[in-house]
């Protein structure tokens, strides 16, 4: 099954594997609700700066925001965690939001001015890297909605 959503900067293509078992994802509607919402200013490169959010950032908000807001929250070894447990281990979703392997993402950019690290073509396996390539949260949490459960 493939989806596809077409903006002025760039293409997202959604394609998942006919074989491809949705999992469980704690918080998965009040999530999408959240990214949806317009509260919640998009931002790059960590969790929360003080005014704007990745969209993992947006997910800890919900149930940890005071940790959030005072630093307790880390990404260290490529994992964010919340106190003691990993992302996987506290809402069912991988390592900085690890796509599934049965799932592919892929951002295609007509002109790439906006970020130095962007080629024509970005294969991103982790939600991490889809926010941080520029693509809006409307069309991240219509991603989530279709991978997980």
């Not at 964010?80 to 392997?101: A, H, V």
């Not at 396996?125 to 949260?137: A, E, Q, R, W, Y």
Request: charged share 25%; hydrophobic share 30%.
């Amino acid at each position: 099954m493939k989806h596809t959503w077409k903006r002025k900067r760039y293409t997202v293509t959604l394609t998942i594997d006919e074989n491809h078992v949705p999992t469980k994802l704690t918080h998965k509607r009040r999530w999408i609700k959240a990214l949806k919402s317009g509260k919640y200013k998009q931002g790059e490169n960590m969790l929360f700066n003080g005014v704007e959010y990745c969209c993992l950032g947006v997910l800890a908000s919900l149930t940890h925001h005071d940790q959030l807001l005072h630093g307790a929250l880390t990404l260290t070894d490529r994992q964010l965690r919340i106190g003691t447990q990993s992302l996987e281990e506290k809402y069912g979703i991988g390592s900085q939001g690890n796509i599934p392997p049965t799932c592919e993402v892929t951002i295609r950019y007509p002109k790439c001015s906006k970020k130095t690290h962007c080629r024509d073509t970005d294969n991103c396996h982790k939600l991490t890297m889809i926010n941080d390539c520029g693509v809006s949260f409307t069309i991240i949490a219509q991603i989530i909605d279709l991978i997980w459960k």
